[in-house]
């Protein structure tokens, strides 16, 4: 999922390997049917859909699922594929913000439940705008750290014609943050380059970070987790950020 942070690897750690796979692939069809739906099925004329089509097989989605979310989209099935775009947003534990970004055939539904999830899980749902100019709409590419250097990344983006405006070295992985327009030349540039990513998306970054205490931080994850939970849910953002120490205290529960 797009919005990953310090906190991922314990999070990971408590979630089923198979759910999360099964709602990553779920992500991806997604992408491809609302592609499909707006261009056609034929990928030489429909960037979008090569694109998502691209993802979804980078992220081992199967072909036959794939085929058939192409031909969903395009409507050749007889099925009509409808979704809307909604970002909700979100207040949670000591100040924190989230944004949540949901994909869906039914508003009404993804409405009643992100509302259950925050409520439940030591959240409030937020105003519209007070909590989205937290943050700024980016590119961002995710790499191991292992093996890659900030100036050697830097050094492949910029001969490969492209521009980003920062490397950022978190944890065990690099982030190259480009504007949302510059996103697919960075990653070409890295393709042609022979470097090796985990992901390339569009994702929400926030202009300051808030730190959370250890009770906050338990708050907070169960409150992330209820809502990557939800198949209308496609990407959760943040402005947290939890200290090394908080997250030893927190891998140790």
């Not at 979008?48 to 980078?58: H, Q």
């Not at 100040?95 to 409405?111: I, P, Q, W």
Request: proline fraction near 3%; include cysteine.
């Amino acid at each position: 999922m797009s919005g990953h942070s310090k906190w991922a690897t314990t999070k990971h750690k408590k979630a089923a390997l198979d759910a999360k796979r099964a709602k990553a692939f779920a992500k991806y069809i997604k992408g491809i049917e609302v592609a499909a739906r707006a261009g056609g099925a034929d990928l030489s004329g429909n960037p979008a859909l090569d694109l998502a089509v691209t993802k979804a097989k980078k992220n081992s989605v199967p072909n036959d699922n794939i085929e058939r979310a192409i031909k969903r989209g395009a409507g050749l099935t007889g099925e009509v594929i409808d979704y809307t775009e909604i970002m909700y947003e979100v207040r949670g534990p000591q100040g924190s913000a989230l944004l949540v970004e949901c994909l869906t055939d039914n508003k009404n539904r993804a409405a009643a439940d992100v509302r259950a999830a925050v409520t439940r899980n030591g959240g409030t749902m937020a105003d519209s705008g007070s909590v989205s100019f937290l943050f700024n709409r980016k590119g961002v590419v995710r790499l191991p750290a292992e093996g890659n250097t900030e100036d050697g990344l830097l050094e492949a983006v910029l001969e490969g014609g492209a521009d980003a405006e920062e490397v950022v070295e978190s944890g065990e992985e690099f982030e190259i943050v480009s504007e949302p327009s510059d996103l697919r030349a960075v990653a070409g540039a890295l393709d042609a380059a022979g470097i090796a990513y985990e992901t390339d998306e569009l994702e929400f970054l926030p202009t300051m970070k808030t730190e959370l205490d250890a009770k906050g931080a338990r708050t907070f994850m169960k409150l992330v987790d209820a809502l990557e939970e939800l198949d209308d849910v496609q990407s959760v953002f943040s402005n947290v950020d939890i200290a090394p120490e908080v997250m030893a205290e927190l891998e140790e529960d």
